[in-house]
């Protein structure tokens, strides 16, 4: 089964979803861009930086757009490929992917946000599996729009859950370290936040699904303890 719909549901709601007009064409983006260099160049101006005389920062206006719109925010110009699922063919156990890298930015601060995305999902006898490189790009299309941290965990989450159709359960859980909360405001470095959306056997306390996803993530897992 291929499906790019029921992804794409999840914007609904998502403030931080993807752009008005959908995706955009490559001549879009260059107009985008153009017009972004050139709000920036404003923005610079207003803060009596001497950008267009000095020959490391005259492109930073361009840069600057270029980054959010190919990269920082690409998840809101930018169509992820269709998900195929496949029938799991009677494995019932639990499916997890940790340490997923995550480059987001917070929607409040503009501030990047860096960290990793663990995902757990039971296909159930008669479920759905995906290839597991593709949560790997569900995180990038949610963790590249912008959000604050509770919204990129549910907008991951309820992807997931949509695409495993027919799942057990769902489980997504975000270590950030916010540069919002390191370099300005607070100014405290090392401080990461953990969030957790949990859905069916993850959020039943009668089975141990949630105590095996978490007691996975401490088995040798490279330093990204939680
Ligand atoms: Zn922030």
Excluded at 22 to 49: S, V
Excluded at 75 to 84: E, K, L, N
Excluded at 113 to 136: P, R, T
Aim: one cysteine or more.
């Amino acid at each position: 089964m291929t499906t790019n719909k029921t992804i794409e549901l999840v914007r609904e709601g998502f403030a931080n979803g993807v752009a008005p007009g959908g995706t955009l064409t490559d001549e879009q983006k260059a107009t985008m861009i153009n017009a972004a260099a050139n709000a920036f160049g404003l923005f610079l101006d207003a803060l009596k930086c001497d950008w267009r005389n000095d020959p490391i920062s005259m492109e930073t206006p361009r840069r600057v757009a270029k980054a959010y719109v190919n990269d920082l925010w690409a998840g809101r110009y930018t169509a992820m490929s269709p998900i195929t699922s496949f029938p799991s063919d009677g494995y019932d156990g639990i499916i997890i992917e940790r340490n997923i890298p995550l480059t987001s930015m917070c929607s409040h601060h503009h501030q990047t946000i860096g960290g990793v995305v663990h995902i757990g999902y039971i296909a159930g006898e008669k479920g759905q599996v995906i290839g597991l490189s593709k949560l790997n790009r569900i995180v990038e299309l949610f963790g590249r729009r912008g959000a604050i941290q509770e919204q990129l965990t549910s907008a991951i989450h309820n992807a997931v859950d949509k695409i495993t159709e027919g799942n057990k359960g769902v489980i997504v859980t975000i270590v950030g370290t916010h540069n919002c909360v390191s370099c300005r405001g607070v100014k405290h470095q090392g401080a990461a936040m953990v969030t957790t959306k949990a859905s069916g056997a993850f959020r039943d306390d009668a089975n141990n699904a949630r105590k095996e996803f978490f007691d996975s993530l401490k088995i040798n897992n490279g330093g990204h303890n939680i």
